[in-house]
């Protein structure tokens, strides 16, 4: 047996340090121990090794675990990726013993191993962090669960909300995230190992022993198909991907609802900044880093399916460019979660502005025009009475409650004295089928939502 390093002695340093992945995969060394711990187990169980050569490669990287945790384990970039380093320092520690670890096993299952374990442990902190979210939203929501605010389309006021239920809608989104993330989960939960560099190994291996030890829900079909395959690292970085636009589209109302213009919201200070020569300003730069962030993870996905859609069977060294963008995505996406669950705690409503918000416009055109239905017109004939009565309106520079009975008749002689009863809130009330924002469908979402949260 011959360590790692003599290997790689004649080639070109910079081909070699261009074609290194220890700079980053080194962050694989808890995922890579751990499965050559398990491998090394299976080995001894199946009398591929001894027993007692288990028990001692298992005490050496266990003690190389330890070194490269309190930051005493020297890389070296000669050695190319964190397999190679790890066993190269194996062999330090236990001599030739060392080369037996990589009995029945090839770099191609064992990096695909690695992966899938990064992946499922970031899985289950990605969802972590999202019911957090979750939890500040509902939060919010139960804060301001009275609070009317003016729900819009196409950024132009279109009909009462309650704040609650705008809050909740941010609440859905997150739960398909959820969803997505524990649909990846399941088929990311597939042990590769064993199956060598392609071909499968002509050794007695367990691997059913190894899926349990590793916590796999099973194992994999076809080795070929299990040392080339990345669609788990591919769902994720979607899933990730559309987490971040849902983030990106709640920073943007943050933004705009931030502003002085609508003045609905305040942020925290501590997700906010000041100017460098404007004093007052109190700009929301968590929110727009958020924005400019969603766009890296797009880049991430596209990356990684270019890299993928023309490489044949099985195992090709574009994959080497797996790792780079997934760890970004993972970063960015948690710490995106993270920063949004604390801004979503800390914000402050400002319910007056809000309120006054709601009588600029004529948010409650379509409740006339209901009005009119239940007094037996046919919707779209009420839609252009209430149509026309809003020019008039506008025209006059009247709000529906400043016009008098006579000029509602004007239009419609259904209009009686109880139009004035039309309001936000009886607005907000009608609307009680189920997903609407009446108090009692939302008070029924606050319920579900908070069972949802529950860790």
């Not at 990287?61 to 070194?67: F, G, M, Q």
């Not at 997934?326 to 979660?337: H, P």
């Not at 009247?398 to 509602?408: A, Q, S, T």
Request: charged share 30%; proline share 3%; aromatic share 8%.
């Amino acid at each position: 047996m011959t360590k790692p390093s003599q290997n790689l002695s004649r080639t070109d340093k910079q081909a070699r340090d261009y074609a290194a992945s220890i700079p980053f995969d080194r962050r694989l060394y808890r995922q890579d121990i751990e499965g050559s711990i398990a491998h090394a187990r299976m080995l001894a169980k199946q009398e591929i090794i001894a027993e007692s050569e288990a028990k001692t490669i298992v005490k050496g990287l266990n003690s190389i675990r330890k070194e490269i945790e309190r930051g005493k384990f020297q890389f070296k970039i000669e050695l190319e990726d964190i397999h190679m380093n790890i066993e190269a320092r194996l062999f330090d520690k236990i001599g030739e013993l060392a080369g037996k670890l990589h009995t029945a096993r090839s770099r191609n299952d064992q990096m695909a191993l690695d992966l899938r374990l990064f992946v499922k442990e970031e899985i289950g902190k990605t969802i972590d962090k999202i019911r957090d979210l979750q939890a500040s939203l509902v939060k919010l929501a139960e804060r301001n669960k009275d609070v009317i605010m003016p729900g819009y389309t196409h950024l132009q006021q279109a009909q009462p909300v309650l704040l609650a239920h705008h809050s909740l809608a941010y609440f859905e989104m997150l739960q398909r995230d959820k969803e997505r993330f524990e649909d990846c989960l399941g088929r990311t939960s597939v042990l590769p190992l064993g199956s060598g560099a392609l071909a499968g190994v002509p050794y007695p291996t367990d691997r059913e022993f190894l899926a349990r030890q590793l916590g796999f829900s099973k194992v994999s079909s076809n080795s070929l198909d299990a040392v080339s395959d990345r669609d788990f690292i591919i769902e994720y970085e979607a899933a990730a991907a559309i987490a971040m636009m849902h983030l990106s589209r709640l920073a943007e109302e943050l933004i705009l609802w931030s502003s002085s213009e609508f003045g609905f919201v305040e942020i925290d200070e501590a997700f906010t900044t000041g100017s460098s020569i404007m004093p007052q300003k109190k700009n929301p730069d968590v929110a727009e880093l958020a924005r400019g962030k969603t766009g890296r993870v797009y880049g991430h996905l596209m990356g990684m399916l270019a890299t993928m859609k023309s490489l044949p069977l099985a195992y090709n060294r574009d994959m080497q460019e797996d790792k780079e963008g997934l760890f970004d995505s993972v970063d960015t996406l948690q710490a995106s979660l993270g920063a949004f669950a604390g801004m979503i705690g800390t914000l402050k409503v400002n319910t007056d502005r809000i309120a006054q918000a709601m009588k600029t416009d004529y948010i409650l055109a379509t409740d006339l025009a209901d009005y009119l239905v239940k007094k037996g017109m046919p919707f779209r004939k009420a839609h252009g009475v209430v149509a026309r009565l809003s020019e008039y309106a506008l025209g006059r520079s009247k709000n529906f409650r400043e016009l008098g009975r006579k000029e509602y008749r004007e239009f419609s002689v259904l209009f009686t004295g109880d139009v004035y009863d039309i309001t936000p809130e009886s607005s907000v009330a009608a609307r009680n089928a189920v997903g609407g924002t009446s108090p009692q469908q939302v008070a029924k979402a606050l319920r579900r939502a908070r069972r949802l949260t529950k860790k």
